[in-house]
């Protein structure tokens, strides 16, 4: 018998060295003979720039990036001798990469929980893949910084998904206390914080956050979490082996780089940013490549992973459109459907098309995805996702199936989907996505959004000759995706599919012709390929680099850095010359987050007076923040422009109009008599902003004024305290009507000589006799929702025009008088005097 291995082991060659090398001595799985184009330039790129420490890859979902990071990683062994780590953000992912490194000859071996590390892989000789918590975590057996253990060498790391990946990495330097499974600590803590917000005007809020009454998340201030660290850190050290001792190591002597953060389900304690350096084998690896999607905003990899903005912002990318799928993206709300409800239209359409092909429903959250079980399964655990996604794969089960907060890591390619539902804006289930959506720049969390999104569509069309029909429903979602600022976050391929569907969703009329246009893609009517393959050819560009962004993520981190070894001035000074970068001028959204680090830092330095004044400018920018000690003093505004003019400007951000009016109906979606009274008093400040006005919270901000000014143009403007909690027979006593009073004594004092109106908005137009409301208007609950109605119908109407603006601000104009929608119609139309 002829032994081929002894005699390929006795005619053993030097090892190759680059990829395209490497590739042809491998053997073929049949029908692939060589390299995608975009495969061999992407590898041909990075050989010649391979000692570079950071670099970053970005290929196309299905355009073959599994194979082309296995092929640096088999060159980096074979050129340096030294062990490669390969990481991927799912379980699912890993036995992927193991199934496409056995297809292809590539020798690797998988992380095993509770073994040793391989010899295979530290030898140099086989790839060891896990998954980012492998290596990521307290107990790491590759080694932590002043454990005591020496840590391994590798000559590489390949991060795949390393876009996705960035909540695992954090995720695996947090400690998560739950009210539930750890209720004494939660209210220990609680109760050790609850002086803070009192301090700050916040207590009501953390009341009815800690009792489960709000579904809110709030911030510990800085300087009060400072001062509590030794004893929070002495308490914890004998509480966390309970609750997570694998993070614990990563987190007790960086506390002080924490945020601390209450909701009513946890207590989460987060570094601002991870310290990956802790992790010698990830800090001292001779090359570590990022395998990205192809997105332009990577400045999150700056901040998790401490990488170079130089190198993040010089990727390897190609402008071929190789593996990008062709997806038909609808949008139901944007159709003239007339009463149609769509989730039910929708519900049909799944439950339709799973009588022949998948059918997936993408959520963000568990709450949602209930909402879908009446048509669809809904498997809650790691374990039975990935058991219904293999079914799915192998054609057993074809679904309806509904996904909560699972936008990557599901390969559903060919017929296992066809349909995929993606039902609201995908912002993140955990305390710190919350956190992070509130006080980021909108800029950011935008970015993060869209990577979100791109994430989600993609789940069903996984490579260049792959199909599937995608409906995005839900009004935040239809919102997000028609305004014009929020599709550059987005890759070129999939704002041109985006695009191509809002324009195709509306010549939709009927839902007989929504189904029938389904079909056109699902029964590859030969119009709809072309048309579909000729206006995506416009996306054959390498997408742009967000350099500004990557510019801002190299300072915070660097100014971390400086921060965690008691560099303090030199970590402010670098912050401080940032906020006064031109180049963010008018970015007060993000200005706002620098100033409330550099706070952080400026009150670790007991420097108190300098930590209020960044945490007052943090505040006033974007009351999302944790207010100073002290609240800023309210600056009196001009009188704003014609109420048309800011209608129109408005309807003009958004790339179809359509979607202002989900936009809309989410903004004062709390104008229900049940909702909370901040989410009430925020629904009308949205309602007077709609309207044309200038509408702000001064008692919310400044701790003085009423609960909503709406500052207008015409010639009056509103003093509104709300009262939406009051019952029908309650009346507006003595004590409600003194707060009105005091406001409009505030308003006389800020803008002398201007007119106002005192208004109560609340169920009935009744007063107590002591009250003494001569004067004083009612705003009944009732009329605000005939008021909310106008102004729909105003924008309805307005976005179906055609003209210029000019001509448009017309039309606007005459339409506000005939709704009765100037500030004297409302006061006439929708407002009474107090009986």
Not at 120 to 127: M, P, Q, S
Not at 412 to 417: E, Q, T
Not at 428 to 456: H, K, P, W
Not at 600 to 624: E, P
């Given at each position: 018998m002829v032994d081929f291995k002894k005699l390929r082991e006795d005619k053993a060659k030097p090892k190759p060295v680059t990829p395209r090398d490497i590739f042809h001595s491998l053997p073929k799985p049949p029908g692939i003979n060589d390299l995608y184009a975009s495969q061999a330039e992407a590898l041909d790129i990075w050989f010649s720039r391979r000692d570079e420490k950071d670099l970053v890859i970005k290929l196309h979902t299905g355009g073959g990036k599994t194979l082309v990071a296995l092929l640096m990683a088999q060159s980096t062994m074979n050129e340096l001798g030294e062990p490669v780590l390969y990481l991927a953000p799912t379980n699912q992912l890993v036995e992927q990469v193991l199934a496409k490194?056995?297809?292809?000859?590539?020798?690797?071996?998988?992380?095993?929980?509770?073994?040793?590390?391989?010899?295979?892989?530290?030898?140099?000789?086989?790839?060891?893949?896990?998954?980012?918590?492998?290596?990521?975590?307290?107990?790491?057996?590759?080694g932590v910084r002043g454990s005591g253990q020496p840590g391994v060498k590798v000559g590489g790391i390949i991060l795949d998904d390393a876009h996705v990946a960035l909540s695992s990495v954090r995720e695996a330097f947090t400690l998560t206390i739950t009210a539930k499974d750890h209720s004494k600590v939660y209210q220990e803590l609680a109760d050790r914080f609850r002086g803070s917000f009192d301090e700050v005007g916040r207590a009501g809020a953390f009341a009815d956050i800690t009792r489960g009454k709000d579904f809110g998340v709030i911030e510990v201030s800085s300087w009060a979490w400072l001062a509590n660290v030794p004893e929070v850190r002495e308490y914890l050290s004998y509480e966390v082996d309970a609750i997570d001792p694998f993070v614990w190591p990563l987190l007790r002597d960086n506390l002080s780089t924490c945020h601390c953060l209450f909701s009513r389900k946890s207590v989460t304690i987060t570094p601002t940013f991870a310290p990956v350096d802790l992790l010698p084998t990830f800090d001292d690896a001779k090359r570590r490549i990022y395998m990205s999607a192809t997105i332009a905003d990577d400045s999150d990899i700056v901040r998790t992973f401490g990488a170079s903005p130089t190198a993040i912002g010089t990727p390897i990318q190609s402008s071929s459109l190789a593996g990008v799928g062709e997806r038909m993206i609808l949008v139901p709300e944007l159709m003239p459907l007339g009463e149609v409800a769509i989730t039910p239209m929708v519900k049909q359409i799944a439950k339709w098309i799973a009588a022949h092909a998948g059918v997936a429903i993408l959520t963000p959250s568990g709450h949602i995805a209930q909402q879908w079980t009446d048509i669809a399964e809904y498997p809650e655990t790691s374990t039975a996702v990935a058991s219904?996604?293999?079914?799915?794969?192998?054609?057993?089960?074809?679904?309806?199936?509904?996904?909560?907060?699972?936008?990557?890591?599901?390969?559903?390619?060919?017929?296992?989907?066809?349909?995929?539902?993606?039902?609201?804006?995908?912002?993140?289930?955990?305390?710190?996505?919350?956190?992070?959506?509130?006080?980021?720049?909108?800029?950011?969390?935008?970015?993060?959004?869209?990577?979100?999104?791109?994430?989600?569509?993609?789940?069903?069309?996984?490579?260049?000759?792959?199909?599937?029909?995608?409906?995005?429903?839900?009004?935040?979602?239809?919102?997000?995706?028609?305004?014009?600022?929020?599709?550059?976050?987005?890759?070129?391929?999939?704002?041109?599919?985006?695009?191509?569907?809002?324009e195709v969703s509306e010549a939709v009329a009927t839902t007989q012709e929504l189904g029938e246009t389904i079909l056109k893609c699902l029964n590859r009517d030969a119009d709809w390929v072309a048309y579909h393959a000729s206006e995506l050819?416009?996306?054959?560009?390498?997408?742009?680099?967000?350099?500004?962004?990557?510019?801002?993520?190299?300072?915070?981190?660097?100014?971390?850095?400086?921060?965690?070894?008691?560099?303090?001035?030199?970590?402010?000074?670098?912050?401080?010359?940032?906020?006064?970068?031109?180049?963010?001028?008018?970015?007060?959204?993000?200005?706002?987050?620098?100033?409330?680090?550099?706070?952080?830092?400026?009150?670790?330095?007991?420097?108190?007076?300098?930590?209020?004044?960044?945490?007052?400018?943090?505040?006033?920018?974007?009351?999302?923040?944790?207010?100073?000690?002290?609240?800023?003093?309210?600056?009196?505004?001009?009188?704003?422009?014609?109420?048309?003019?800011?209608?129109?400007?408005?309807?003009?951000?958004?790339?179809?109009?359509?979607?202002?009016?989900?936009?809309?109906?989410?903004?004062?979606?709390?104008?229900?008599?049940?909702?909370?009274?901040?989410?009430?008093?925020?629904?009308?400040?949205?309602?007077?902003?709609?309207?044309?006005?200038?509408?702000?919270?001064?008692?919310?901000?400044?701790?003085?004024?009423?609960?909503?000014?709406?500052?207008?143009?015409?010639?009056?403007?509103?003093?509104?305290?709300?009262?939406?909690?009051?019952?029908?027979?309650?009346?507006?006593?003595?004590?409600?009507?003194?707060?009105?009073?005091?406001?409009?004594?505030?308003?006389?004092?800020?803008?002398?000589?201007?007119?106002?109106?005192?208004?109560?908005?609340?169920?009935?137009?009744?007063?107590?006799?002591?009250?003494?409301?001569?004067?004083?208007?009612?705003?009944?609950?009732?009329?605000?929702?005939?008021?909310?109605?106008?102004?729909?119908?105003?924008?309805?109407?307005?976005?179906?025009?055609q003209g210029s603006r000019e001509a448009l601000e017309e039309r606007c104009e005459a339409e506000l008088k005939r709704l009765n929608l100037h500030p004297e119609g409302i006061k006439t139309a929708y407002m009474v005097q107090f009986n």
């Open positions: 490194s056995a297809e292809y000859g590539i020798r690797a071996v998988p992380y095993t929980k509770g073994q040793p590390l391989s010899s295979d892989f530290r030898d140099g000789n086989a790839v060891l893949v896990g998954s980012y918590e492998s290596l990521f975590n307290g107990r790491s057996k590759f219904r996604i293999s079914d799915m794969q192998r054609g057993s089960f074809k679904g309806p199936v509904v996904l909560a907060n699972r936008y990557d890591g599901i390969d559903l390619a060919g017929p296992s989907c066809r349909l995929l539902v993606m039902d609201g804006l995908p912002q993140g289930t955990t305390d710190y996505d919350m956190f992070r959506n509130q006080v980021l720049a909108d800029s950011a969390v935008n970015s993060m959004l869209a990577q979100r999104i791109e994430q989600g569509i993609g789940r069903g069309s996984r490579g260049g000759s792959d199909f599937c029909v995608v409906l995005l429903t839900g009004a935040n979602l239809v919102a997000w995706i028609g305004r014009k600022k929020n599709l550059d976050h987005l890759t070129a391929s999939s704002r041109i599919q985006l695009n191509l569907g809002q050819a416009a996306a054959a560009q390498s997408p742009s680099v967000d350099q500004l962004a990557l510019k801002v993520a190299g300072i915070e981190r660097r100014a971390y850095r400086l921060e965690r070894v008691g560099q303090f001035e030199p970590a402010i000074q670098a912050l401080e010359q940032l906020i006064a970068d031109p180049d963010l001028l008018n970015d007060n959204q993000r200005k706002a987050w620098l100033s409330s680090l550099a706070a952080r830092i400026a009150f670790q330095n007991n420097d108190d007076h300098k930590g209020q004044r960044f945490q007052t400018s943090a505040f006033s920018a974007n009351s999302n923040h944790i207010p100073p000690r002290i609240r800023p003093a309210y600056i009196p505004r001009p009188i704003p422009g014609s109420q048309s003019v800011a209608i129109i400007g408005r309807i003009m951000e958004y790339q179809r109009r359509g979607s202002l009016i989900p936009a809309f109906n989410e903004a004062v979606s709390a104008l229900v008599p049940d909702a909370s009274p901040f989410r009430y008093e925020e629904g009308l400040a949205n309602l007077g902003n709609y309207l044309g006005f200038q509408a702000e919270r001064p008692e919310k901000l400044h701790k003085t004024g009423p609960d909503v000014l709406w500052r207008t143009n015409g010639s009056v403007d509103f003093i509104i305290e709300a009262k939406s909690g009051k019952l029908q027979d309650n009346p507006l006593y003595k004590s409600d009507h003194a707060q009105l009073l005091e406001a409009e004594q505030w308003f006389r004092r800020t803008y002398p000589g201007r007119p106002s109106l005192r208004v109560s908005a609340l169920p009935e137009p009744v007063a107590d006799p002591k009250a003494s409301p001569q004067g004083t208007f009612a705003l009944r609950l009732e009329e605000i929702g005939k008021l909310v109605g106008a102004v729909r119908n105003l924008y309805s109407y307005l976005i179906a025009q």
